[in-house]
């Protein structure tokens, strides 16, 4: 696939001596969904900012369409949309007043039909001559997006853009970026919502106090790191597990009720018709067994975890990581 935002090197040590960004390196592929996970304050933000110019890198380049977007920040900007974490525009104005002045920000020739097709899509024809003030919350936020793709941007960036929106909107707008993703629009966006980049996403980066801490196949990263659990529905609530069955990765849950079994799907040999086998000869019956896979969000806290804690180590030994 074709690289159409390519990241090198980018830090950003703001003037207080905060480093928000260190060293990032990123390439997103041209019509995918890419899904950046971290935290508050990992730096998700500042690096959208970046790249679309409204923040200055301390460090590093960025282009956008094989075009550096300091050299050519206009033709950059031209090929971005952007939809920020804040709602920010002219209350005054009707829904239709304002996407139609955002496309001509950009220089493009007046297109009542494509600007209808974008209200349509989002929900917001009946409402193109209300006031935004008049608004809802989650009406305001499609009217955000909307303005986004007023210019008929190749890539869009999608900053918490659920954020406040109930559960209908929020699958009206997936569908939405769905349908974006088909027309050749690459999209990368910002969540804390774990289950909309599980959704989506066709990679996933994931961002821990302003580092890349990986970067993989939203279903290569699942089949890598997504441990199953088998959880067998006690016959009988147990107090404690048997002594000797501590060599298995066995937790009692739900007040001795549950069993549960960790086991690695990679691995050649499960190790459940081993546990199956034992808990036979220790008269442990179960009435139900299930297995689920560790959700997304189980592995983004693992993963986030694991790098606070090979920081602290490094920190502790006096190593620079």
Known sequence: MTTVVNVSGVGKTYASGHCALRSVDLDIQRGEIFALLGPNGAGKTTLISIICGIVNASAGTVSVGDLDIVNDF??????????????????????????????????????????????????????????????????KRRVMIAKALSHEPDVLFLDEPTAGVDVELRRDMWEMVRGLRERGVTIILTTHYIEEAEEMADRIGVISKGEIILVEEKHALM????????????????????????????????????????????SEHT????????????????????????????????????SRAVKNTAANEGVAV
């Open 74 to 139: 206009r033709k950059v900007r031209g090929q971005i949309g952007l939809v920020p974490q804040e709602l920010s525009t002219d209350g005054f104005e009707s829904v239709w007043s304002t996407v139609k002045f955002s496309r001509g920000l950009f220089g493009k020739a007046p297109n009542p039909a494509y600007l209808e097709q974008i209200l349509r899509q989002l929900s917001l024809w009946d409402k193109r001559h209300a006031r935004i003030m008049e608004l809802s919350g989650g009406m």
């Open 271 to 306: 190790g459940i018709a081993e546990v199956l086998r034992r808990l036979d000869q220790h008269g442990i019956d179960y009435k139900d067994l299930q297995s689920r896979q560790r959700s997304l969000e189980e592995i983004f806290v693992s993963l986030a975890s694991d």
């Open 223 to 266: 089949d890598k790191l997504g441990q199953k659990q088998l959880r067998l529905q006690l016959q009988q609530p147990l107090t404690a597990l048997p002594v000797d069955l501590g060599d298995l990765p066995l937790t009692l849950a739900d007040e001795g009720r549950e069993l549960i079994f960790h086991f690695d799907t990679q």
